[in-house]
């Protein structure tokens, strides 16, 4: 519901989200904007602080944005992880080793997702109907690609860093079944858009 009142008072033809619990690297903006394409939806994914970690960083009032030694040696000694994720990485070529041109496997993640404006419209948006923070982002990706259009992978490019805190769900809660239920239908019936959307009453 928020994200489509935030669309809906916004006014750029572009789109870039993040969560409020992450730091985004200075070149974040810049990538999503520099890698847009009209039918794709652009997906990230996160470097994830270690609980210590955070509690360090916000203690001293100061919060990482790159890739750092004392990012790298928590991930070593501690529960830091993803820090592979903190590697900026242009080159085609490598980027295919890497598999850093794929995001297929988990798909769209709420904290690092862009679209433009015309084509989130064009899917009616994020849909009310999940019950909390999880797969309404991954629904949008399946959206797009019911629509036409293409999820395109910008790990390596768009950067951020998700500070810990307690998980607000998991698999075996209600409310995650319930959107799970939502979503393996959108995947069956190939569903473009959804009724409860930033436009009320839309056909399928």
Not at 122 to 139: C, P
Request: glycine share 8%.
């Amino acid at each position: 519901m928020i994200i489509n009142r935030t669309v809906r008072e916004s006014s750029g033809d572009y789109l870039i989200f993040i969560d409020g619990d992450c730091v985004a690297h200075r070149h974040f903006v810049k990538a999503h904007v520099e890698n847009a394409e009209p039918d794709a939806v652009l997906g990230g994914k996160r470097v994830e602080f270690g609980k210590k970690l955070t509690e360090r960083l916000i203690q001293k009032g100061k919060l990482i944005n790159k890739l750092t030694f004392s990012l790298l040696w928590d991930s070593i000694v501690s529960d830091s992880r993803k820090v592979d994720e903190a590697f900026q990485i242009n080159s085609p070529l490598l980027r295919r080793i890497l598999h850093r041109d794929r995001i297929t496997d988990d798909g769209i993640w709420g904290c690092n997702f862009s679209i433009y404006r015309k084509l989130f419209y064009e899917i009616n948006g994020s849909d009310e109907d999940f019950k909390d923070g999880s797969l309404e982002d991954n629904d949008i990706g399946i959206r797009v690609l019911n629509n036409g259009g293409k999820v395109k992978s910008v790990r390596g490019k768009t950067i951020v860093f998700h500070l810990w805190h307690q998980a607000s769900w998991n698999r075996e809660n209600d409310k995650f079944l319930y959107n799970m239920g939502i979503f393996r239908k959108r995947v069956e019936m190939r569903e473009a858009r959804c009724k409860n959307g930033i436009v009320k009453g839309l056909e399928q």
